[in-house]
């Protein structure tokens, strides 16, 4: 009886820590799917919602002389997107999520393809860093990679 016990306890707290993680695994995902729902629809609160203050962005461009950090501004990125033609398309098509969380923190590794008026641009891979603030999670951290070829991510 009392072994019985023990292993149900046991197995309720697996049970409790799975059902958080995939909570938690779906809200950082909610984050990210928001950014570029709002990114397709040009809503720029809904962009900038999604980001701490003082959010690092960046990318690795790909020059004559390797691979170089291009650093980029959250503002600048809304600025573009709420800037962009009315007719013009934007797609980030996000191919899978790879989440681990540690506590407040949050990676988010989500292989891409770009879109713009349906026509293929570049795709690669975001790298997301996230914490978990009063307000909820918050992207505090992103690089990407873009390549013209087709991915094989």
Known sequence: MKMKLIFTFAFSMLLVSLSFAQTAEA???KVIESLF????????????GVFSENAIMQTIALTADGPQVK????????????SS??????????LGYEIKIDGPMATAWTPYEFYANGNFSHCG???????KLAE??????????????????
């Open 71 to 82: 650093n980029g501004s959250v503002a600048d990125f809304i600025q573009r997107i709420g």
């Open 37 to 48: 729902d709002g990114m397709r629809a040009k809503n720029t609160s809904q962009i900038a």
């Open 125 to 131: 891979v975001n790298s997301f860093q996230l914490v």
């Open 27 to 29: 809200e950082v995902q």
């Open 136 to 153: 909820g999670w918050k992207v505090v951290y992103i690089i990407d990679t873009r390549r013209k070829e087709a991915c094989a991510n």
């Open 85 to 94: 033609p009315a007719e013009t398309q934007l797609d980030e098509r996000i």
